[in-house]
């Protein structure tokens, strides 16, 4: 899941073929049929998270600020004088190796991809999203039955997201988090 995870990032940057038909395609494929996930979802979010990164609302990796973390340092100090508190924030580096790993991709993005094409009326990419579940039960039910798919399924869910949830935080954290300075776009990528 992680190799797909890269290689349908690599084909929505439309970074492996000359050509973009032949990347949109593989995108499509990739995040659809091998990943289980929607590809108009995924340039969704990821067009926003590259148009503003770390902009607090504008970049969607952000979204747990400040329900579960308190991230960047105005963000957070704006927290602490307004006295808003969802969680113990002082002990958030003991607490998000329980929290945000685990929880991202099984409880949070499972159900929000389904809302996601629903919502938007993307049948196209309903279907396409459809046969990776389809296919990932005709191969193990036999095998394992209903509770062990489900379990299995979670549980190579909750890798991927451990994976996932470092790999893209480790990008964020060290850089500067704040609210949208509304610079132009080249300014805001090379700060």
């Known amino acids: 899941q992680a190799q ?6 690599d084909f929505g940057h439309l970074s492996v073929f000359s050509t ?3 990347n949109h395609w593989l995108h499509k494929f990739v995040i659809s049929h091998l990943k289980g996930a929607p590809a108009s979802w995924w340039n969704h979010l990821h067009f926003q998270h590259h148009a503003k990164p770390n902009c607090f609302r504008k970049d969607p990796d952000l979204n747990m600020h400040p329900l579960f973390f308190a991230l960047g340092k105005t963000l957070s100090v704006e927290l602490g004088v307004q006295k ?5 924030y002082n002990h958030q580096h003991k607490y ?3 929290i945000g790993p685990p929880a991202l991709i099984p409880l949070y993005f499972q159900w929000y991809i389904f809302c996601f094409v629903v919502q938007r009326k993307q049948w196209v990419d309903l279907a396409c999203m459809l046969t990776f579940y389809v296919r990932f039960l005709l191969t193990y039910l036999p095998l394992l039955g209903v509770l062990g798919v489900l379990g299995l399924f979670v549980l190579v869910r909750i890798i991927e997201s451990v994976w996932f949830v470092w790999v893209t ?4 954290i060290p850089m500067n988090i704040d609210y949208d300075k509304n ?6 990528q090379v700060r």
């Open 4 to 9: 797909a995870g890269w290689l349908q990032h």
């Open 20 to 22: 973009s038909r032949w």
């Open 84 to 88: 808003k508190k969802f969680m113990p």
């Open 96 to 98: 998000f190796f329980i």
């Open 169 to 172: 935080q480790m990008n964020h």
């Open 183 to 188: 610079v132009d776009w080249f300014s805001g």
